[in-house]
T-cell receptor
Framework: EPEVTQTPSHQVTQMGQEVILRCVPI?????FYWYRQILGQKVEFLVS????????KSEIFDDQFSVERPDGSNFTLKIRSTKLEDSAMYFC??????????FGPGTRLTVL | KQEVTQIPAALSVPEGENLVLNCSFT??????LQWFRQDPGKGLTSLLL?????REQTSGRLNASLDKSSGRSTLYIAASQPGDSATYLC??????????????FGTGTQLKVEL
């Protein structure tokens, strides 16, 4: 069964460093998302991406964040200068038009 | 702004019991609603998707209902098993939010099924 994959499963970084989280959505899906979940809190929307551009972003998704679909398969989230409060589980999701969103297993980001 | 609430926050039941998890949302202008399961430290597994035009969906021992006008959904789990122990999340997808149609999540119900 097709699934969304994410790498790495766990990333530890120093405050101020850049990190890139990687996702491979399900191959025929058209809409791509990043969400995050701070420990003990709700899953929060960060950004949606369709037709090679951002279609919506939350107030969390400031200038320190960017997304890219560099080829036909990968979807990346970059955080330019990480802060302690960026520590969270980051989930990638994808869907077809009108369909349910399928989530990856997540990347746990720890900022020290 | 859409707000999603789930009650109860935690639930502990003996094996074999039927149970109901509740989800409410403030804006009834939704495209669909998904129920997810999340195991500790893990990703989100989609359980059921209900389109806004539907009243219920069933998958095995799970049945989800939707009353869009009153902003409510329930997830019914029949004959619960210890393997059902997890956090159950409800999420609604809005309409025409710039094309992205993000999901707005509730805080979840942490379920424990005891032997």
């Amino acid at each position: 069964e097709p699934e969304v994959t994410q790498t790495p499963s766990h990333q530890v970084t120093q405050m101020g460093q850049e990190v890139i989280l990687r996702c491979v959505p399900i191959s025929n899906h058209l809409y791509f998302y990043w969400y995050r979940q701070i420990l003990g809190q709700k899953v929060e929307f960060l950004v949606s991406f369709y037709n090679n551009e951002i279609s919506e972003k939350s107030e969390i998704f400031d200038d320190q964040f960017s997304v890219e679909r560099p080829d036909g398969s990968n979807f990346t989230l970059k955080i330019r200068s990480t802060k302690l409060e960026d520590s969270a589980m980051y989930f990638c999701a994808s869907r077809l038009a009108g369909g349910e969103q399928f989530f990856g297993p997540g990347t746990r980001l720890t900022v020290l | 702004k859409q707000e999603v609430t789930q009650i109860p926050a935690a639930l502990s039941v003996p094996e074999g019991e039927n149970l109901v998890l509740n989800c409410s949302f403030t804006d009834s202008a939704i495209y669909n609603l998904q129920w997810f399961r999340q195991d500790p430290g893990k990703g989100l597994t989609s359980l059921l998707l209900i389109q806004s035009s539907q009243r219920e969906q069933t998958s095995g021992r799970l049945n989800a209902s939707l009353d869009k006008s009153s902003g409510r959904s329930t997830l019914y789990i029949a004959a619960s098993q210890p393997g059902d122990s997890a956090t159950y999340l409800c999420a609604v997808r809005g309409i025409l939010t710039g094309g992205g149609n993000k999901l707005t999540f509730g805080t979840g119900t942490q379920l424990k099924v005891e032997l």
